[in-house]
């Protein structure tokens, strides 16, 4: 059992910038690809940003490349989104999830590709 805790949320202008934590349980966070969805009030989850257990890949949706960056710190069990350029667009609670992953390149964009999830952390980003 992985236990997943967001963190790093708030309330930013437009063009500011958040940093989002996600710090997991366990002694095995190195065999797990990691990734960041997120959810907007009436919408369906959608996938955001991925990284493999490695960290030698990573993939985003097209509207956060260029301004989102995921990475990870495996000796801290931690994964990381970086987010600069906010749009109001962005506001959205933000979910990190994990997969227990044997290729150490693979990375993972769907929703039922993943096992663990955390509660969220709210980002909104005001006009």
């Known amino acids: 059992q992985v236990q997943l805790v967001e963190s790093g949320g708030g309330l930013v202008q437009a063009g500011g910038s958040l940093r989002l934590s996600c710090a997991a349980s366990?002694?095995?966070?190195?065999?797990?690809?990691m990734g960041w969805f997120r959810q907007a009030p009436g919408k369906e989850r959608e996938f955001v940003a991925a990284?493999?257990?490695?960290?030698?890949?990573?993939y985003y949706t097209d509207s956060v490349k260029g301004r989102f960056t995921i990475s990870r710190d495996n000796a801290k069990n931690t994964v990381f989104l970086q987010m600069n350029s906010l749009k109001p667009e962005d506001t959205a609670v933000y979910y990190c999830?994990?997969?227990?992953?044997?290729?150490?390149?693979?990375?993972?964009?769907?929703?039922?590709?993943?096992?663990?999830w955390g509660q969220g952390t709210q980002v909104t980003v005001s006009s």
């Open positions: 990284i493999s257990r490695s960290a030698g890949n990573t």
């Open positions: 366990g002694r095995t966070f190195s065999t797990y690809a």
């Open positions: 999830a994990s997969k227990p992953s044997l290729y150490s390149g693979g990375y993972y964009t769907r929703l039922y590709e993943y096992d663990y």
